[in-house]
């Protein structure tokens, strides 16, 4: 796998961010809403106001306000939250960490529950295994994560008591290291597993559509003819084929669990990125807003790059060049 | 080779799950710092009051200061920086001495220099409420000497005792705010202020910490400290509360009151306080440049359609009263009583509206016939914008009009939208607004109804509201010191507006505090736990 194509890929980074954050600016300040109230609070008077779209440069055009943010863009600075009084990408950055925390960890559990699963009914469909396991998948996929998460947080939290309800961290815990790490595992056990649980669904009938299409193929007929046990046959020669259009969507999907992520967040009062995009979409904090955009525009772009790396890595009549 | 790569990296993987689930079951006790757990709804971003009257900042930031005075619940002026203070001029003259000896967190003295600084390059700058409400009326704030601060005002100017309280003019450190800009000073993150508590830590969207400050001028808290968590939905609050998770919410939402009152564990406090304006009234607002609603008698016939006593039981959860004048039941002086408001009578909102000129079609809802500026045979349907939050308001509104021959259709629009549409472009025909009173008429009631408040600015004059002689009462009511005498241009103004009926005042709302019985002492004032003392947690 060439260093050639991970750089040409991650140059179309340059060029479809900066069509991203056109697309965005235009349509933050096209959209109806006025930032005035979260910039200068209520009741005030009318010259306040004028002051305070004045100091933010709000009342110049918007070709101009365009210019400048772009110029700051490219020379790394997003500019000062409206709401929060400080750098853009600070506020951005301090919640990153909490954001891919929960969305990697949501995904590694998907797949890992996902895949065998749908193995397991692709195996026999329209069996009693199958049945079950696909009435599951759809009932986890008709289910609004918000809704999930309430109930995770009734059940598990409250009544069942094994679990915090809220947060990352215990309240005003200074613990590092390891301790630190098995607390953050206890706050983050119940978000990611209700975040996993849209995606789970979705894996779950991909990769059973998968294994019921492989297994009539002509290189499992001739493994069975082999004599190769039925369970040799799904691990071996089926699924590994199976799971090819599973990675695909995996990538494919990183925008969608990170707008899960942001009601996961909520629900679980999680410190991550997507509760900072609804209040700021709330807010209109542009500064923050185009942020956001832009840095989930890298992670949709890093997470297909990822997602065509590891198909080169498993099947080999891909080859990138 | 390929499968190998994928075996080992799932027993990575799974390793990693089991563990967390592991210590998902373990659960057990947390290693909670000894005080009190608190949580807020959003992330402030930052803790300096003065420059905002954003009620976040607020919640989180009112502990580490102070006011020159305090208010009680009863919205009673009592020493807070300033220990006395005398009126002269009529009025036009306020002289404060400062309590002596108080230091800043940082342990810098605090003086008059710090209050004259404060209002003059802070407060009347940035804090929109203070500076809209005592700027105008203004001359000059000046320290005389170290511990003696005089505020000059052009003519006599009667609500400043209700205007120097933490929320509405909280005292900054001169000494980290001089020659810098106030709303990127980087004291606005790491605050210092007189306050029962001083500022420890602050983790963006996850917790503010505090320590007491023993050396508070007033009764040092019992506490060692709080932490607030910020947890930003209203439900998962109320079972963090549940679990024992936090010991103090600012507000619980109406539907969940009922599970709450039922726990021995949990007690509730009804105030209507709240650090993001205080003694509010949730108020329907006509555009009076809409021709339908231009014809007095088509107000006090919607007026008369609307049963107030409904929304309190069913949208407030009984959170509040029925609303019976402009001015809130909580303001005493200024409130007047037995007012003609227009009650629940659905035979006379009819006699009002046929006499208007909108008669019933069949269908049930009115058309037009000779109502100027509309179009004979235009069926009376109103469009009603509220925030999100109040979707509900506008869903018995509805109901309570479709029953009078009016179709509302409620228009749900987030905040940013509503305040444009509403204020900046005036494209309405109804609106709710929760107009908050303040301490002071002078503060949340004047700005909806005087003309000189018609402006594209959120929370002015909703419904473009002109009277002369309201305007004039506003005026005198402003200006004279004797409270019974501003009471008697207050129910002047109230008599006037009552009849216009440019609004209809639908409900005084109420907020409900909640904490658990671990805890005690806590007030529904700004410094909610200066005074609260809790019991060792159980381990």
């Known amino acids: 796998m060439s260093r050639r194509f991970v750089l040409r890929r991650l140059l179309q980074v340059i060029p479809t961010a900066a069509g991203i954050l056109l697309v965005s600016f235009l349509l933050i300040h096209l959209a109806p809403g006025d930032p005035v109230v979260a910039l200068a609070g209520d009741h005030g008077d ?64 998907a797949v890992i529950i996902a895949v065998p699963l749908g193995a397991l009914a692709g195996q026999r469909p329209h069996g009693a295994r199958d049945t079950g396991i696909s009435a599951l998948a759809l009932g986890l996929y008709s289910a609004p994560v918000f809704w999930v998460g309430q109930v995770a947080i009734l059940v598990v939290a409250l009544w069942l008591g094994v679990a915090p309800v809220q947060g990352m961290t215990n309240a005003g815990s200074d613990a590092a290291g390891l301790p630190r790490a098995f607390d953050v595992l206890r706050h983050l056990a119940l978000p990611a597993l209700v975040l996993a649980s849209q995606e789970i669904a979705v894996l779950v009938r991909l990769t059973r559509s998968g294994v019921i299409d492989e297994m009539t193929r002509d290189h499992v007929r001739a493994a069975r003819a082999k004599g190769i046990g039925e369970r040799m046959v799904l691990l071996r020669h089926a699924l590994p084929r199976a799971v090819l259009p599973v990675v695909t969507v995996i990538g494919a999907r990183a925008g969608h669990l990170s707008a899960g992520a942001a009601i996961v967040e909520i629900v679980f009062g999680w410190p991550g990125a997507g509760r900072l995009l609804l209040s700021s979409l709330q807010a209109r904090d542009t500064p923050v807003l185009l942020g956001l955009f832009l840095v989930i525009a890298f992670a949709v772009i890093l997470a297909n790059l990822v997602t065509d790396l590891a198909y080169a890595a498993i099947d080999p009549r891909v080859r990138l060049g | 080779m390929i499968a190998t790569h994928a075996r080992r990296h799932l027993r990575t993987v799974l390793g990693a799950v089991g563990l967390a689930a592991i210590s998902a079951c373990a659960g057990g006790a947390a290693d909670r710092s000894d005080g009190v757990l608190v949580a807020a709804i959003s992330d402030p971003g930052h803790l300096n009051p003065a420059i905002t009257t954003n009620g976040g900042v607020h919640t989180a930031a009112s502990l580490l200061y102070d006011g020159l005075l305090s208010l009680d619940d009863a919205m009673q002026p009592s020493p807070a920086l300033a220990e006395r203070w005398e009126v002269e001029d009529g009025g036009a003259r306020y002289r404060f001495h400062l309590r002596r000896g108080v230091r800043w967190h940082d342990g810098q003295p605090f003086t008059a220099a710090d209050v004259e600084f404060t209002f003059n390059e802070v407060l009347l700058e940035f804090h929109a409420r203070t500076r ?78 505090y320590s007491a400050n023993r050396d508070y001028f007033g009764k040092a808290p019992a506490l060692d400290g709080i932490v607030m968590r910020i947890i930003p939905d209203p439900a998962t609050q109320v079972v963090a509360l549940e679990s024992g998770e936090v010991d103090w919410l600012f507000s619980v939402p109406g539907p969940e009151r009922a599970r709450l009152e039922k726990n021995p564990g949990v007690r509730l406090i009804q105030t209507a306080l709240s650090p993001g304006g205080s ?20 107000r006090r016939g919607i007026a008369h359609a609307i049963d107030r006593d409904q929304f309190v039981e069913r949208v407030a959860f009984g959170a509040g009263r029925a609303a019976d004048a402009p001015i809130t039941s909580r303001i005493a002086f200024a409130h007047a009583t037995g007012l003609p408001v227009p009650a629940w009578d659905t035979v006379r909102a009819g006699q009002l509206l046929d006499s208007a000129g909108w008669r019933r079609a069949t269908g049930g809802v009115r058309v037009a016939k000779g109502v100027a500026g509309v179009a004979d045979g235009t069926p009376f349907i109103i469009g009603f914008s509220v925030l999100p939050s109040q979707a509900n308001y506008g869903d018995l509104l509805r109901a309570q009009l479709r029953a009078a021959g009016i179709d509302v259709r409620v228009e749900a629009l987030e905040q940013a939208v509503f305040s444009q549409t ?6 309405f025909d109804t609106a709710i607004g929760a107009y908050c009173n303040g301490t002071d008429p002078e503060i949340g009631v004047r700005r909806m109804l005087v003309s000189s408040n018609i402006a594209p600015v959120p929370f002015s004059n909703m419904a473009g509201y002109r009277n002369a002689a309201v305007d004039s009462l506003f005026e005198r009511a402003a200006t004279a010191l004797d409270v019974g005498e501003r009471g008697r241009f207050y ?27 671990r805890c005690r002492g806590f007030a529904a004032s700004s410094h909610f736990a200066a005074t609260a003392t809790c019991a060792s947690r159980r381990r």
């Open chain 1, 46 to 109: 009318p010259a306040y106001y004028a002051e305070m779209r004045h100091r933010f440069g709000l009342d110049r055009s918007l070709p101009a306000q365009l210019a400048t943010y772009a110029l700051r863009v490219v020379q790394g600075d997003l500019g000062f939250s409206y709401v929060q009084g400080r750098r853009a990408a600070d506020v951005i950055i301090e919640r990153m960490p909490a954001t891919l925390l929960l969305t990697g960890t949501a995904l590694v559990i």
């Open chain 2, 422 to 427: 509403v204020f900046t472009s005036r494209n």
């Open chain 2, 279 to 298: 003694n509010c009234i949730t108020t329907l607002g006509f555009n009076l440049d809409r021709p339908s609603f231009q014809d007095v008698r088509v």
């Open chain 2, 491 to 517: 129910r002047a103004m109230q008599e006037i507006v009552v009849r216009d009926q440019p609004y209809v005042w639908l409900v005084e709302t109420l907020s409900t505090r909640a904490h658990t019985t």
């Open chain 2, 132 to 209: 809209a409400s005592m700027g105008p009326a203004l001359e000059s704030v000046k320290a005389l000497d170290d511990s003696t601060v005089e505020f000059r005002f052009r003519r006599p100017y009667a609500p400043l005792l209700q205007q120097l309280d933490v929320d509405e003019a909280p005292i900054l450190p001169r000494h980290l705010f001089v020659g810098s800009d106030p709303l990127r000073n980087p004291a606005n993150i790491a605050p210092v202020g007189t306050g029962p508590y001083r500022f420890a830590a602050y983790q963006g969207g996850r917790e503010i910490r």
